[in-house]
């Protein structure tokens, strides 16, 4: 079945450093693929997304490109903000699905 | 624009008894989809509901049932509550047009569930 597999966590990180989380799916066809970010005590936001092969998604500073070859879409940011302290969620919808498959989460915290 | 909203916030209870989570989708939206989050997990897909009719459900057992409405607006209901029950569950809405593919999924804060 799908699945996506993301980096664990938690990534600790000082305020102004680079950020990659790292995010690889199995799923057949070509899913459109998502980040989500997800702040203490919050629901889900949609942070970018991509629908086909070497789409760049962008938002808010973050990056992620969408490779077929790879079967990846790793999420970057240059310079990170003790703000963007949250759990990340990589996920993946099929074509004509219905259902999101979530990776597991990583979860990132920016010391100032 | 009104975004995904879910009621309550917070509830408890006790196993063996029935819960009804209730979410209003996003303006222009007419799919809500529910997931289950466990603590440190991702979300899990428990099903959707398109056209006032369940479009797919994930590995939950029938005591996950769900209704929606004509407005869109959908319930969750859990019967016969057991210790695991305890999650958050998200509500998800999107637009689904005639292909009927990939829609992104928007969510709302979600109803923190505690089984006791």
């Known amino acids: 079945g799908d699945s996506v597999t993301q980096m664990e966590g938690p990534v600790t990180l000082s305020e102004e450093a680079f950020l990659t989380i790292n995010c690889t799916y199995t799923a057949t066809g070509y899913p459109s693929l998502f980040w989500y970010v997800q702040y203490p005590g919050e629901g889900l936001q949609l942070l970018l997304k991509a629908t086909k092969a070497d789409d760049k998604g962008s938002n808010k500073g973050f990056e992620a490109t969408y490779r077929k070859e790879t079967t990846s879409f790793h999420l970057e940011k240059g310079s990170v903000q003790v703000s963007d302290s949250a759990v990340y969620f990589c996920a993946l919808i099929k074509a004509a699905g219905n259902k999101l498959t979530f990776g597991g989460g990583t979860r990132v915290l920016v010391k100032p | 624009e009104t975004g995904v909203t879910q009621s309550p916030t917070h509830l408890i209870k006790t196993r063996g008894q029935q819960v009804t989570l209730r979410c209003s989708s996003q303006?222009?939206?007419?799919?809500v989809s529910w997931y289950q989050q466990a603590l440190g997990q991702g979300p899990q897909f428990i099903f959707q509901y398109y056209r006032e009719e369940e479009n797919g459900r994930g590995n939950f057992p029938p005591r996950f049932s769900g209704l929606q409405f004509p407005n869109y607006s959908s319930e969750l209901n859990v019967n016969a509550l057991e210790l695991d029950d305890s999650a958050l569950y998200l509500c998800a809405s999107s637009f689904k047009g005639a292909s009927g593919s990939r829609e992104t999924q928007y969510f709302g804060p979600g109803t923190r569930l505690l089984v006791l």
């Open positions: 303006s222009g939206h007419n799919t």
